[in-house]
């Protein structure tokens, strides 16, 4: 056991293997769901999306029985019903989402991911973990040809993806509805935020429909510029 926690990936590409061991802890916590749900995925949940998309959805990590159960990113809580619906309603989906990874749902023009790509307990990775991840990050970003938008959900995302790109957290603060542009690849992206469609942030009234509708209606209306 010990060995196998101490492994490196030597090319790290834009997906996590399966059976990533480079967090002890999130390995742990997957061997310990994989006893009480053998039927989840159980395992880092990849990108969903099109592969040369402009516009990605960056979130924070899977939730327990959400993504990490269904194995496709926000499919099967009530984020993933809030985000759906707003990618339709805004012209970046095919299909009618379901909750379960199949559904036959298509994204268009956009890809959605996660800073961390296991499910931490408690839905809150630690610092080393989200470091270890970050490499996945940064190399799904390089991976999209024509990326012209990124959206964080939350600040954690937020902070995550601009280590990614290497960018001082800094240099661009987080805040609902903010847009901050940067190069990347040599290309010019911008970067949109939005709090966390979750169940809490809706609950409180923290995040409305309204809100995050607005975040998209600007994302929409920016793509509509961008070759």
Do not use: W
């Not at 993933?80 to 012209?91: C, I, P, Q, S």
């Not at 009618?96 to 990775?125: E, F, S, W």
């Not at 911008?190 to 975040?215: I, K, P, Q, W």
């Amino acid at each position: 056991m010990a060995a196998r926690n101490t492994m490196t990936i030597e090319l790290i590409g834009p997906e996590a293997p399966l059976d990533c061991p480079l967090c002890p802890r999130l390995v742990g916590f997957r061997e310990s769901n994989n006893r009480l749900y053998p039927s989840f995925h159980n395992a880092p949940v990849p990108s969903f999306g099109e592969k040369d998309a402009r516009f990605l959805i960056v979130g924070l990590a899977p939730g327990l029985k959400g993504a990490n159960q269904t194995g496709r990113p926000f499919t099967g809580d009530y984020a993933g019903d809030l985000l759906y619906a707003t990618l339709a309603k805004f012209g970046f989906l095919e299909g009618r989402y379901a909750g379960h990874a199949d559904d036959g749902v298509k994204l268009k023009d956009a890809m959605i991911t996660n800073a961390v790509r296991c499910v931490p307990p408690q839905n809150k990775p630690v610092g080393a973990e989200m470091k270890a991840c970050r490499p996945f990050l940064t190399e799904r970003l390089k991976a999209l040809p024509r990326l012209s938008v990124i959206l964080c959900l939350g600040k954690i995302s937020h902070d995550n993806t601009l280590r990614a790109i290497g960018q001082r957290v800094l240099a661009m603060k987080f805040a609902h509805q903010a847009a901050q542009d940067f190069e990347f690849n040599a290309r010019k992206v911008r970067l949109f935020d939005s709090y966390h469609c979750s169940r809490y942030n809706t609950n409180t009234g923290r995040l409305t429909e309204a809100m995050f509708e607005n975040v998209f209606a600007d994302i929409r209306s920016y793509l509509s510029g961008q070759p």
